[in-house]
Structures are given as structure tokens and as C-alpha cells.
């Protein structure tokens, strides 16, 4: 495997037409869920820019595969120095494969500068599809589907992350984070409160791997289970907002709002809470309008 020691347009270049650039995906867990044209990929590369080459290696030689491109390293600490070079490369007709530690380039890790200034100097861009922590965690975690959004890492800081969840408060779709996992605890605690003890939710532990492990409940129960620590990678799945809808202020209305809240899971103090919130009036006129109506028909 060589090493690139610096930009060096292969000869001839000025009469090639221009590379292309692979975002290759690679395994979150074990080699053997690797998609096969990684492989070939990775064994056809004129130049390879792997976020950790020493992965690279241990990854090629999983797969069988002798890789003769030169290699380079490109992480977030190098992305702005490396990406000019690399589109030179690409502009001069080499084929570069981007390859990072676990899943596909660019969501949540080295690409987007890259994959932005290829775009920008008219070079094809494709990808190898493959594993990806975001869908798998979203399908295994058990919460709507239909419509989701990625936030990836929350701000490390206490006051920017809180910021950043009541922003995401009212956001109605499944939402999906990544965290490292001595910030899950405290993670899940700030989520508890800017979204409630009760809102549903996934933590999905070293997905693929054997030990992996998915823990379901509302973030209060979660964030407990989390606060002395967890290990490995962590995705956290969040279940999105109920749309609030506007309840009429009448007993009947408040009494039926309150059986739609029950059946949908919700226990009868928490939902009291929330159709008094929908109503605009105070907990006690839809408890007694629930209890009142109980009473009345022998409850």
C-alpha cells in the first residue's frame, strides 16, 4: 500500500478527461457487511483518502483486497490543506475513492468539503452504497419511520445543546443523533428536558457489533439507565412531536381528548397536562370534566 508523499498529476493527465470521485461506505461493524464493490473499488483506486489509513489497511486486508493507488489521509483536521490537491488529482483524470472509519463519507464526517469542490470543477461524483448508522439505528429502534431528519452531533457545550433542543422541541419527525458515549447520559437528560421524561425514544449501542444493543423508552427512563455510563457507539433515536391540535373547552370535548391522548399511550396525569396546554385552561376544569363524567356514568 503506498503512501501519498505529495500531488502528483500522472503523466498524461492534461489529455484525460476528468476523474471521478467514490464515496465508498464502509462496515459501522464488521467487514463481512462491506457491499462487494467496495472491494473493487478500493483495489481499481488511483488514490484513496481514508480518515484513518491504518483502518484502511486492516479493512482492505479483511477483504482480500491488494490495494495499489497511492493512499493519503484526509480527517477533520486536514480537510480544508487536502481538498485543493485532491480535485487536482480528480481534474487531471485520477479516480478517488473517500473512504472513512464506519459508514458512508460525509454524514457527520469528511467528504462534504470535498464532495462541495468537486462538484464545483465539473467532476463526477458517485458513491458506493453500504451500511449506515442512521438508517439502521431509525429501522431497528421501533419509532415512526415515515418521516425523519438527521442532526447529527449536538453542541458539546451545556447551554448551545439545551439552545438546540427547544429548537427541535416542536419538530414532528423522528429525529436521529449521534453522540460519543460519555456525553449519552447527560445528553439524554438535557433531551428529557427540553422534550419531556416521557417522549419516546431508541439509544442504539454498537449497532452491527457483537455487543450491540438497543435500549427503548422515554428519555426520562433512558437517561437513569445512562447515567453511569455507556460504552461504544451510540446513535439516539427520538420519536418527533404530536401536533398539537386545539381542544374545545367543553366537558365533552376535554373528557374525549383526554381517552384520544390514553389510547395513544400516554398516562391520564400526563394526559390531563397536555390537553389543559391544547385548551388553554387550567389542569384542574379538564380533571374535574373527566372526573365529573366518570362519576356520572358509574365509573
Known sequence: MRHDRGVTPKPGAEAESAGVLV????PIGQSSDAPPRLASELARADLIAAED????????????????????SYFDGNETVRTPGLV??????????????AGMPSVSDPGY????????????????PGPSAVLTALAVSGLP????????????????????????ASEERTMVFFEAPHRTGATLT??????????????????TKTHEEVRRGGLGDLAVWAA?????????????AVRSIAVAADPDSLRAAVEAEEESGTDRKEA?????????????????????????SGA
Open 23 to 26: 464515496l465508498a461506505a464502509t
Open 53 to 72: 489509513t491504518r483502518r484502511l489497511a486492516r479493512l482492505a486486508a479483511d477483504l482480500g483486497v491488494d490495494v495499489k493507488g497511492r493512499v493519503t
Open 88 to 101: 487536482e488529482r480528480l481534474v487531471a483524470g485520477d479516480r478517488v475513492v473517500l473512504v472513512t472509519d
Open 113 to 128: 468539503r470535498l464532495v462541495a469542490a468537486a462538484v464545483e470543477a465539473g467532476v463526477t461524483v458517485t458513491a458506493v
Open 145 to 168: 419511520v415515515d418521516r425523519f431528519c438527521f442532526e447529527g452531533f449536538l453542541p458539546r457545550k451545556a447551554g448551545e445543546r439545551a439552545r438546540r433542543l427547544l429548537a427541535l
Open 190 to 207: 438535557a433531551m428529557a428536558d427540553a422534550f419531556g421524561v416521557d417522549r419516546a425514544a431508541a439509544v442504539c449501542r454498537e449497532l
Open 228 to 240: 453511569d455510563g455507556v460504552r461504544g457507539e451510540v446513535t439516539i433515536v427520538v420519536s418527533g
Open 272 to 296: 390531563i397536562r397536555t390537553v389543559a396546554a391544547r385548551a388553554g385552561v387550567p389542569k384542574r376544569t379538564v380533571y374535574d370534566a373527566v372526573h365529573n363524567i366518570e362519576h356520572r
